[in-house]
């Protein structure tokens, strides 16, 4: 399974992004998708899951600011990014879990945001 991560760029603040992640290679459902995030000098952190069933997670500091989303086609994930601001800077990752006998993560190459104030 490969998971595909796009969307990342250099935004002013106030400014919005759309993070694009695919996971393939997989012919089941990933039952969970997420976006993490790690800026220099800071542990990886959580920013958003989502369900199979549709289920969203957020962590406070984006709540109310993001959105993430599923696609209609298999697999694929988004991250709607508004109201950004320059602690939003971090290069991130998109995850994706899958759930059979046993459980598998996977993780995405890393896609920089850097916001500007």
């Given at each position: 399974v490969q998971l595909q991560a796009s969307g990342g760029g250099l935004v002013q603040a106030g400014g919005s992004l759309r993070l694009s992640c695919a996971a393939s290679g997989s012919v089941f459902v990933m039952n969970v998708m997420g976006w993490y995030r790690q800026a220099p000098g800071k542990q990886r952190e959580l920013v958003a899951t989502i369900t199979s069933g549709g289920y969203t997670n957020y962590a406070d500091f984006v709540k109310g600011?993001?959105?993430?989303?599923?696609?209609?086609?298999?697999?694929?994930?988004?991250?709607?990014?508004?109201?950004?601001?320059?602690?939003?800077?971090?290069?991130?990752?998109?995850?994706?879990?899958?759930v059979l006998r046993d459980v598998a993560d996977y993780w995405g190459q890393g896609t920089q945001v850097t916001v500007s104030s």
């Open positions: 600011r993001f959105t993430i989303s599923r696609g209609n086609i298999k697999n694929t994930a988004y991250l709607q990014m508004n109201n950004l601001k320059p602690e939003d800077t971090a290069v991130y990752y998109c995850k994706a879990v899958r």
